[in-house]
């Protein structure tokens, strides 16, 4: 049995994380189908509905609605996708950036080492959201905005983790050998030294997803992200916040698929950690 199945089949954190993070994609992707209304179809003659259960709730709106008659569910069931396509790609964005700088800066050396480093100490200096929050107005409220915001700010990260790698990994023998062999800087850092990075990027990608989702939400939240008309969790949690003590349901729902999906991607980041650490495969 591979290492990685094994690891999975004795780890109920790791097999909840599975559960959890397949749901939450699976929903995104069959959103159109699952949804029992469009995210911004309403009726203010429904608006303002506790969950079905409840005294006023209505049959067709399990999870209530809120103060446009908007189905909370279909809802909270569309914003799966927004907050997925910015993590994902925001995390493939700020991987490729931080990895080609931390590869150059780590095996290069010099001038680019200090330039790259200056400029990542910089960026890591300003707390990520307060840079998120400067930077955001500039640019409009897109989503692809929001992708390059998360993408560029986060890159710092991977950067850094990426050059102490390749500073510990350059003078192994394999590097010295291929290198005495007249091979090129760009063919021993992409065929050499990035195959040697997989298991701590993997890694780190995983819990980068998870607290973009978080800062999509906040920035939502804030009114930073996406456009109000574009349903996403944060969205929904500003749309309720005035209304959390007499339509608490508002608020609830959306906050719990941010926690719920979060804490998946955690929980499987934990998963591929383990998996990727050679100290604990040999311990097993």
């Known amino acids: 049995m591979p290492y990685g199945l094994h690891r999975l089949l004795h780890d109920p954190g790791a097999i909840l994380g599975l559960i959890l993070v397949t749901l939450v994609v699976l929903t995104a992707l069959f959103a159109d189908q699952l949804a029992p209304f469009g995210p911004t179809e309403g009726s203010l003659t429904n608006a303002k509905r506790p969950e079905t259960w409840q005294e006023r709730g209505l049959p067709g709106h399990l999870l209530g609605t809120d103060q446009l008659g908007q189905d909370i569910l279909s809802r909270v069931i569309y914003c799966a996708r927004v907050s997925l396509t910015v993590a994902f790609f925001g995390v493939l964005l700020a991987s490729a950036i931080g990895v080609t700088l931390g590869l150059s800066a780590g095996y290069l050396g010099g001038r680019v080492d200090a330039l790259v480093s200056g400029a990542v100490n910089l960026l890591l200096s300003f707390p ?97 992200s996406v456009p109000p008309e574009v349903p996403s969790w944060g969205n929904m949690l500003a749309l309720g916040r005035s209304f959390l003590y007499i339509y608490p349901w508002m608020s609830i729902y959306p906050g719990l698929a941010i926690s719920l999906t979060a804490f998946g991607v955690n929980l499987l980041g934990d998963w591929v950690r383990d998996v990727m650490d050679p100290r604990l495969r040999h311990a097993d």
Do not use: C
């Open 128 to 224: 990520y959201l307060v840079l998120v929050i400067i930077v955001a107005p500039v640019f409009g409220r897109l989503l692809l905005t929001v992708i390059l915001i998360f993408g560029i700010t986060d890159a710092p990260v991977f950067a850094r983790l990426v050059r102490g790698e390749v500073l510990r990994l350059r003078g192994q023998d394999y590097v010295t050998a291929v290198r005495g062999l007249g091979a090129p800087a760009w063919r021993i850092m992409l065929l050499h030294l990035l195959p040697n990075l997989v298991g701590p990027l993997v890694t780190l990608m995983t819990f980068e997803m998870s607290a973009m989702i978080f800062y999509e939400a906040g920035l939502s939240f804030l009114g930073l």
